[in-house]
Nanobody
């Protein structure tokens, strides 16, 4: 079984920064794409940023220039550095990873709350 454990969420003032981490553990052969999604109250879950095993990145237009996704393949960990945070960034942030064990399957973390408020 594979587990994704997120950390780093919290309350921050507008203009502030947070860094989210997500570590994968279990019987992992390989991890392909990893990403961060978010879901605000009353809204659908949306992609924030994604990164391939080779380091190619993709961002939602709303976070380009403010958020940076990165990964440490040796630690099976993905990060999301969030700068210049806005109230509209408030949401539960979920980590997602495509993990090869016996089969290739997508896994989700439990979510971490990010609240941007003065």
């Amino acid at each position: 079984q594979v587990q994704l454990v997120e950390s780093g969420g919290g309350l921050v003032q507008p203009g502030g920064s947070l860094r989210l981490s997500c570590a994968a553990s279990g019987s992992i052969f390989s991890i392909y794409a990893m990403g961060w999604y978010r879901q605000a109250p009353g809204k659908q879950r949306e992609l924030v940023a994604a990164i391939t095993s080779g380091g190619t990145t993709n961002y939602a237009d709303s976070v380009k220039g403010r958020f940076t996704i990165s990964r440490d393949n040796a630690k099976n960990t993905v990060y999301l550095q969030m700068n210049s945070l806005k109230p509209e960034d408030t949401a539960v942030y979920y980590c997602n990873a495509e993990v090869a064990t016996i089969v290739l399957k997508g896994y989700w973390g439990q979510g971490t709350q990010v609240t941007v408020s003065s």
